[in-house]
């Protein structure tokens, strides 16, 4: 990579940082950059969730206090993340680079969408909320959907927080402060799973990695700033937009 190169992916690097403060989606940018410069898709995903790692431990983090009296949702659905997640990372591995390259317009498509859906699926959740209908499964029932969505999650991963938002909301019956919470942890080990699988790997392109790391850090903080500044939806709009227009550019390749 070329010094401009570099300095391409550490400004996307800082608007995917920020983008995920705000209103999430932050992949959607970062993502088709690595590809942008060169770097060969299944190395530049994976490159991409090392690099992003961090910024989900400090939203994990932040939420502690909303974790406190759900330790047992913690012990059941952590080991899954972690376990599916690793699985979601060696089927990606697996993968050859051709048929991930097909299947990257359809992923991006699928990110897009979820982000799109994330204000809906959060309302719904509210007012399921409020209903305190009776008749809810058992929690353990989330084990299985979100195992699915951390193999989801570890192969690709942008949208993962709001498919794991959904399964939570059908199943558990709490308010979305909680379930928000747990949702981070779930994301945190998956990626932090995935993450370390692909240290082996041979295929993070270690310099971007750390480039990428540094500018989504300073986005994050740069994007808790204007937090209170700029609308989520409108953002999530910009976004989505995005990606729909990086994957028909995929598509046309």
Not at 22 to 35: D, N, Q, R, V
Not at 157 to 176: K, R, W
């Amino acid at each position: 990579m070329s010094p401009m190169e570099f300095v391409l992916v550490g400004l996307a690097a800082v608007v995917g940082g920020a983008v995920n403060a705000i209103a999430g989606g932050g992949t959607l940018i970062t993502f088709p950059m690595l590809t942008a410069v060169g770097i060969p898709a299944v190395a530049a995903n994976v490159t991409n969730t090392v690099a992003l790692c961090p910024g989900y431990l400090g939203g994990t983090f932040a939420q502690m206090k909303d974790l406190r009296g759900q330790e047992k949702r913690i012990w059941l659905l952590a080991p899954t993340g972690v376990l599916f997640g690793i699985l979601g990372g060696l089927l990606l591995l697996k993968t050859g680079e051709q048929l991930f390259r097909t299947l990257v317009p359809y992923l991006i498509l699928l990110a897009s969408g979820l982000l799109a859906v994330q204000d809906p699926m959060r309302a719904w959740i509210l007012r399921r909320a409020g209903a305190s209908e009776s008749g809810v499964p058992h929690e353990g029932w989330t084990v299985l959907p979100v195992g699915i969505a951390s193999i989801y999650g570890g192969y690709f991963g942008a949208g993962l927080s709001v498919i794991v938002l959904a399964v939570l909301g059908l199943v558990i019956e709490d308010s979305l402060t909680r379930l928000n919470a747990v949702k981070q942890v779930v994301a945190f080990c998956v990626n932090i799973a995935a993450a370390v699988f692909f240290l082996f790997s041979g295929h993070v392109v270690w310099m971007a990695a750390l480039v990428m790391a540094v500018g989504a850090l300073l986005g994050g903080v740069i994007g808790g700033r204007l937090a209170g500044r700029i609308k989520p939806a409108v953002l999530r709009l910009i976004v989505v937009t995005i990606g729909i227009v990086v994957a028909v550019i995929y598509f046309l390749k």
